[in-house]
């Protein structure tokens, strides 16, 4: 039997014949199973065609062996908990020492990290033509948005992360603001995370900064230097008298969070300015809404339940939530010209949700597959979402109550976005699954560690490969043929239930009965193709006609090079 | 109408009193009149006036500005920028404009004002100056327009709309219907329409004939037994029996089934079997021995197998799928005034427990059961149903959509619904309740199947030709009492409204009957075209996106569930003759044999004088078909077999959730439409490269032709995979989506001309 296929750096560790893998769909169907320092990989010969299962160790949250007396001599089992949505299971004779061994690997190579092993991403060794890691340059985004300006500037103060350890070394603030006031606001904001710019309007100058809760405390604790700080971030816009602060938190959240040490912006303080409370709950409560939903679609799914239980998730509630809040947010910039300031409590990650999903409301740019990369590098990667907390990459400890899916949901929101409009983002929805099953692979150096400086500590740039070097190396796969760039719409998606639906391509996709029945990519990829083939070959016939023209004669000179202008229309 | 009749009774009493109405606003009328951004149709009268209104469009914040009107047949919005096309100037104009909504399909108006709302009926007065004016429409339309000021005059033309809608009024319907169709003008253009000739009505013998052709059917033939509909009132007067029955033995079976519905062929299977559809066994008749073996015969076919499926069983009746789209709609509009504001909460719960989903999830699962036993081999499938009129319709139409790609075409479809509903009996007239007056026998089933196929159309985007916006199109003018496709509840009816002069049937194309007969002398009312004359009542751009340019090519020569490896067995076929086949019945997902169906075979002594010389029921077939019931992969010609599971199943939005009042939602793109854009581009494209070649040439003619060699193969890939207006084959309307290029243009500025 042929070895399981491998990625360039990956190496087998173990392999036991005769294993049954429990399919929840198809049966039980007995095969081999290789276990390697990058996946987990079971074919069985038994079907036609052969039946493969191909799962990437980083996205196992926990190994349980479980009893099965159904399947003969077989008699240990084995449940791989996924962060992914699924939960395959595995049947094996108890005495054997292949698979006590294979067991074993499988165990030491899901959570390196708790066993003081690299992560695969360090050890793979694929060549990409193209350079991941160059996507996003701070300063030329910065750039791009109009930055520096005479109100904003890009200050060094954090390059040796001394400021606020979870922040960039680049950070944009407002010009006016004195080193000696800046420390003071940096003592007021929870984790050093002082306000700074995410986003500036192009007309209006109305800007997204994004911060931490302040440090009020029971007491109502003030600081003058955090008040002024806020008032000039609100006079760097000069269309508007008023600054918005968007607290993502419940109301009653913050008030327990008042009662020790953080709390909110009061209004009488802050002069000014308006606080709006967008009524998310925390990460605790998002993990448990993403259980719930992988209860009611793996592997059993309730015909005549099924929107109920839909329903009792909340996880569309919470959605919606999220871009209720979001498009509040780019509401207020664009139609009420405001500036606006953002944070929950840490300001990592619902702040990160919040931003993020107004920018790709606000800004086209981020609608294009280079853009996105752009804006996960800066609002999430940059800014110090704890994506190795988060996601537990290589770390035993499933339990950890860390572990929150707001990536995913973050995600989840940009498809519901990219459903109501499906023409707006140069992106398809496999560039979306991609990112996510690569959140958790570990096969790419993108997603891990906390914050910038943990990166720049472990060389992650020149050590791993970043999953933006695979996706830009082939980005026909990840275009959406339908994109039209709307460039300065604003969009204001539905925030309804009723208009939103479940990710069934994401959150259903292991069963098989779900497979999408139709290859409507095929069609449309093919179609670009054609289109993209006979452009080319009109432009080409053109310059032909129209040098050759130009060389022989004058006379009928105009026609060729009229229509010679290339056709620049987009879908 | 004809007089005589009740309606048309009343009619003659209240029209003076309508006429009465119309007075108040002569003025008005005068004035609109001198208008040139509308255009009346040449039997309507604008009522009321008003503007500037402004109508929210998709988008949040935008809107369009315009005129408001009241006519005797709509409520029209004439936007300010981007008038209507001058084209057809000359002709009569389309019937509904992108933003006009008819009359009878208003259900409710309501006045807002910052303060208060009021619901308007025709007698209620109106105190306040509405600021906002909304419509909500039957076929889940809502419709709001504010007005710029709250004034006499918005209070005028809300007054004018409540008064002239009249949901339930018998005569409001015809006064509704004369002045769209009761025109000199408009019945002299009725009847100078040109027929389709793509469209097959089923109300000719040949009708049926070329249908027999076109499946491939050979063993069955047109009986016109029921040619002054004697033997079965609601079945047309041409039915397809089996080719080995006399008319004098068909006659004896009518009596033994619900209303005379007897086993009537509906699809020919290329793999051999057939579909019928019949009303319930009449079981309190005594079966003569010759009755028995006609009624074998007529249930058989030619083939040695029958099965039975029970539609009725575990599916829902009209009162049910009523009920359930009540549900529905409430959930959707929810309640006035309510729905200005729809409360989000538990939308899927409620959803699900409006049951509307399951039932259209039981009406596909029936019918991919039906279409998987099809599939597999030399049988005949009976639909049985009591009465033979409601979900046979449903379950036959929706076998042929899976079954028979033809069925997705556009033309396809049209005759689909010609042959299972119009021309079977469905009861269009009782169960769309135009006239309000037979609430207990109203039901969407139509609409039903119309979510089904919309159903199909989502997981199986490329085997449709029609596409997302005509289904939304036929679902909205199936609420207009306008058209004779949805105005009777069977073909003796339809013909007796629109009566021509001769008594004999003419088989000529039964559309030019149709007008003919409207337009015979004497008689006064109008006469009603069928829903598919889309021309008469749907803009060009509408129509224009009927059609989905890239689905994949039909083949005509497919072989469905085509399985090289295992052809299917013909063991079962050898046992022909006259001896009484296997009857299966086909109940709860299972097949089982089922002898005492048959009421003829129970009354002792019947069936035993038959040679039974055949052998037992056959396990290796039964299970063969059982195989094929479970769904399993039927390969690519199979049967479009949906999935089923929760998730699979989706609320058409687009439909119902069009009225949720959102001024966000983004407008209906449909994917269709940008497939379609890219596939005009691709032409476009190609046309300009035929232009850049014609130049080549002139330089340099050998180089041309070796670019032109090179071209083919690709080209020719390209036909295999989409359809495209050059290879679209010659069976397309006149009117081709691609030779229309300044619409396109318009519609879409950033393409160069």
């Known amino acids: ?67 099965v007396q159904s399947h003969g001599e077989n008699s240990c089992g084995m449940e ?104 003071r606001v940096v003592a007021f904001r929870a984790k050093h995370r002082i306000p700074v710019l995410s986003w500036i309007h192009p007309e209006s100058q109305a800007t997204i900064t994004r911060c931490s809760q302040p440090l009020v405390g029971p007491s109502d604790k003030r600081c003058k230097e955090d008040e002024k700080y806020l008032q000039t971030i609100m006079d760097a816009n000069a269309q508007s008298h008023k600054l918005t602060i968007f607290d993502a938190r419940q109301n009653s959240v913050a008030d327990t969070n008042k009662a020790k040490e953080g709390g909110y912006e009061s209004e009488s303080f802050y002069t000014n300015a308006e606080l709006t409370f967008l009524e998310i709950p925390n990460i605790h409560v998002m993990r448990e809404s993403l259980r719930k939903l992988k209860e009611i679609t793996y592997p059993v799914i309730d015909e005549a339940k099924w929107l109920s239980n839909v329903d009792s998730t909340h996880w569309l509630e919470y959605i919606r939530l999220l871009l209720t809040g979001a498009v509040r947010i780019a509401d207020k910039l664009e ?34 597959i280079k853009g996105f990369e752009v804006l996960i590098e800066k609002e999430w990667i940059s800014f110090g979402h704890r994506f190795a907390v988060r996601v537990g990459h290589g770390d035993v400890n499933h339990t950890n109550s860390e572990r929150s899916p707001l990536f995913v949901q973050f995600i989840d929101c940009v498809w519901q976005m990219m459903r109501q409009f499906p023409a707006a983002f140069e992106f398809n929805e496999l560039f979306l699954i991609t990112i996510l099953d690569h959140l958790y692979s570990c096969l790419f150096g993108t997603f891990l560690y906390n914050s910038e400086q943990e990166r720049v500590k472990a060389e992650l740039h020149t050590k791993t490969v970043s999953l933006w070097s695979y996706i830009n190396s082939q980005p026909e796969e990840f275009t959406n043929p339908f994109y039209v760039n709307y460039e300065n719409h604003v969009l204001y998606p539905v925030a309804s239930l009723r208009h939103l639906e479940l990710w069934v391509d994401y959150y259903v996709r292991w069963n098989p009965r779900m497979r999408p029945q139709m290859p409507v990519h095929q069609n449309l990829k093919e179609l670009l193709v054609i289109r993209s083939e006979l452009q080319k070959k009109v432009d080409e016939l053109h310059r032909e006609a129209s040098t050759r023209s130009l060389s022989s004669s004058s006379d009928r000179g105009s026609s060729p090079s009229h229509s010679a202008t290339p056709v620049h229309t987009t879908v | 109408m004809l007089t005589g009749s009740k309606t048309s009774f009343k009619i003659k009493q209240l029209v003076p009193d309508f006429k009465d109405k119309t007075l108040n606003f002569s003025n008005t009328a005068l004035r609109s009149r001198e208008t040139s951004d509308f255009k009346c149709l040449p039997g309507e009268r604008v009522l009321q006036r008003t503007q500037p209104v402004r109508k929210p469009r998709a988008g949040r914040g935008s809107s369009l500005t315009g005129a408001l009107l009241c006519t005797t047949f709509r409520v029209a919005f004439v936007p300010e920028e981007g008038v209507a096309k001058t084209e057809d100037r000359d002709s009569v104009p389309v019937f509904l404009g992108e933003h006009d909504v008819a009359l009878a399909s208003i259900e409710r108006v309501v006045a807002v004002s910052p303060s208060r709302w009021k619901v308007l009926s025709a007698r209620s007065s109106l105190r306040f100056h509405p600021e906002e004016l909304v419509l909500f429409c039957r076929d889940l339309q809502v419709l709001r327009f504010h007005f710029e000021k709250s004034s006499a005059e918005s209070a005028e033309i809300t007054s004018a709309i409540a008064r002239v809608y009249q949901p339930s009024v018998p005569a409001s319907l015809s006064s509704f219907q004369r002045s769209a169709l009761g025109s000199v003008e408009v019945k002299q253009y009725l009847s100078n329409r040109g027929a389709d000739p793509q469209m097959n009505w089923f109300e000719g013998l040949q009708d049926w004939e070329r249908e027999l052709a076109r499946t491939g059917a050979t063993a069955w033939r047109v009986s016109s037994v029921n040619d002054r509909f004697e033997m079965a009132t609601s079945l047309p007067k041409f039915n397809v029996v089996p080719q080995r029955i006399l008319d004098t033995e068909l006659k004896r079976t009518f009596a033994h089934f619900t209303e005379g519905r007897i086993p009537r062929w509906c699809w020919h299977h290329p793999e051999g079997s057939d579909l019928l559809r019949a009303a319930s066994f009449q079981s309190n008749i005594y079966h003569e021995k010759h009755d028995a073996r006609n009624l074998e015969a007529l249930l058989f076919g030619r083939h040695p197998q029958c099965v039975i499926v029970e539609v009725g069983e575990d599916m829902p009746p009209p009162s049910e799928i009523q009920a359930a789209h009540s549900r529905l709609r409430a959930l959707c509009l929810g309640d006035i005034p309510a729905s200005l504001s729809v409360s989000d909460e538990k939308w899927l719960s409620s959803l699900e427990a409006s049951r509307w989903l399951d039932h259209v999830r039981s009406c596909l699962r029936r019918s991919a059961e039906v279409s998987c036993l099809l599939a597999e081999g030399d049988l005949a499938v009976v639909l049985q149903e009591a009465e033979d009129r409601d979900l046979n319709c449903v379950v036959s139409s929706l076998v042929q959509i899976m079954s028979d790609p033809h069925c997705r075409t556009l033309p396809g479809f049209q005759n689909l619904v010609q042959k299972e509903w119009v021309s079977a009996g469905f009861r269009f007239l009782h169960r769309n309740n135009y006239t309000r007056d037979r609430d207990k026998e109203e039901s969407p089933v139509f609409l039903l199947f119309l979510d089904c196929v919309w159903q199909l159309l989502q997981q199986f985007p490329s085997h449709f030709e029609i596409t997302e916006v005509f289904l939304l199109t036929l679902h909205d003018r199936a609420h207009l009492p306008l058209y004779s496709t949805f105005l009777f509840n069977c073909q003796r009816e339809r013909g007796r409204n629109t009566q021509h002069l001769s008594q004999s049937y003419t088989p000529v194309n039964g559309w030019q009957e149709l007008v003919n007969g409207g337009l015979a002398p004497g008689s006064g009312g109008p006469s009603f075209p069928p829903v598919w004359d889309w021309a008469l009542h749907c803009t060009p751009e509408r129509r224009d996106s009927f059609r989905n340019p890239s689905n994949t090519p039909l083949s005509p020569g497919a072989v469905p569930n085509g399985n090289s490896e295992t052809p299917p067995s013909r063991e079962l076929s050898d046992c022909s003759g006259s001896g009484p086949g296997l009857v299966l019945l086909f109940s709860k997902g299972s097949l089982g044999p089922a002898p005492h169906l048959l009421p003829w075979r129970n009354a002792g002594g019947a069936a035993s004088g038959w040679k039974n010389h055949r052998r037992a029921p056959s396990r290796d077939g039964l299970s063969r078909l059982e195989r094929a019931l479970k769904g399993q992969p039927l390969g690519p010609r199979g049967p479009l077999l949906p ?99 300044p619409t396109r243009g318009q519609k879409h500025p950033k393409l160069p001309p």
């Open chain 1, 80 to 183: 791989i908990v996924c962060k992914d949505m699924r939960n395959p299971r595995f049947a094996y004779k108890q005495e054997e020492q292949s698979k006590l061994e294979i067991f074993e690997n499988l165990t030491k190579h899901a959570f390196p990290v708790s066993n003081n092993l690299p992560l695969f991403a360090f050890l793979y060794k694929e060549k990409f033509p193209v350079d991941g890691w160059k996507v996003y340059d701070p300063v030329a985004e910065y750039k791009r948005q109009g930055l520096p300006n005479e109100s904003w500037t890009i200050s060094k103060v954090n390059s040796n992360y001394e400021l606020c350890d979870s922040y960039p070394a680049l950070l944009v603030i407002p010009t006016s603001i004195k080193d000696e006031d800046l420390r």
């Open chain 2, 643 to 741: 999935l089923l599971l929760g998730p699979c199943l989706r609320v058409w939005r687009g439909c119902y959730l069009r009225g949720a009042l959102q001024t966000q939602v983004p407008p209906p793109v449909s994917s269709h439409l940008h497939v379609d854009f890219l596939a005009s581009e691709v032409e476009r494209l190609r046309g300009r490269l035929a232009l850049a070649k014609g130049l080549d040439r002139h330089g340099n003619c050998k180089r041309a032709e070796s670019r032109g060699t090179n071209q083919k193969p690709r080209q020719e890939t390209t036909n295999h995979n989409f359809l495209f207006a050059g290879n679209r084959g010659t069976g397309c309307s006149p009117e081709r989506r691609y030779t229309q290029t």
């Open chain 1, 335 to 368: 139609s009420g010209k405001t500036s606006v300031v953002v944070h929950c409590s840490d300001g990592w990650d619902r702040t990160a949700q919040l931003t993020s999903l107004a920018m790709l409301m606000l800004d086209s740019y981020y609608r294009t």
């Open chain 1, 1 to 67: 039997m042929e070895e399981a296929p491998r990625f360039p750096g990956e190496s087998i560790k173990a392999i036991a014949k005769d294993v049954m893998y429990i399919c929840p769909f198809t049966g039980a169907v007995s095969g081999t199973l290789t276990v390697t320092d990058y996946k987990l990989y079971f074919k069985s010969l038994e079907r036609e065609p052969p039946f493969i299962l191909d799962v990437n160790l980083g996205v196992i949250s926990r190994l349980e062996t479980i009893g």
